[in-house]
């Protein structure tokens, strides 16, 4: 599944911000229910017009702005 089969972008709604197939809930607050400790039991119960599949891509989205990539380097100098 595509992620922009799910997440539109129309002008004027929520502030424009992306949205679950033109409903009125945005990414932004699935990605916040999600880092605020819901489950996707609970999340699919409030917003019933939600479907299983579809917060997969959350998840991944959660994952991917959450990353991060460490580099140490240990650069050793002789005397």
Request: aromatic share 8%.
């Amino acid at each position: 599944m595509n992620y922009h089969d799910i997440i539109t972008l129309e002008p004027g709604k929520r502030s424009d911000k992306p949205c679950i197939r033109g409903m009125r809930i945005t990414v932004y607050d699935i990605l916040e229910y999600l880092a605020g400790g819901m489950t996707e039991t609970e999340i699919l119960e409030d917003f019933k017009a939600l479907r299983a599949p579809s917060l997969a891509i959350f998840y991944g989205l959660l994952l991917a702005a959450t990353s991060t990539i460490l580099v140490i380097t240990n650069s050793v100098k002789s005397l």
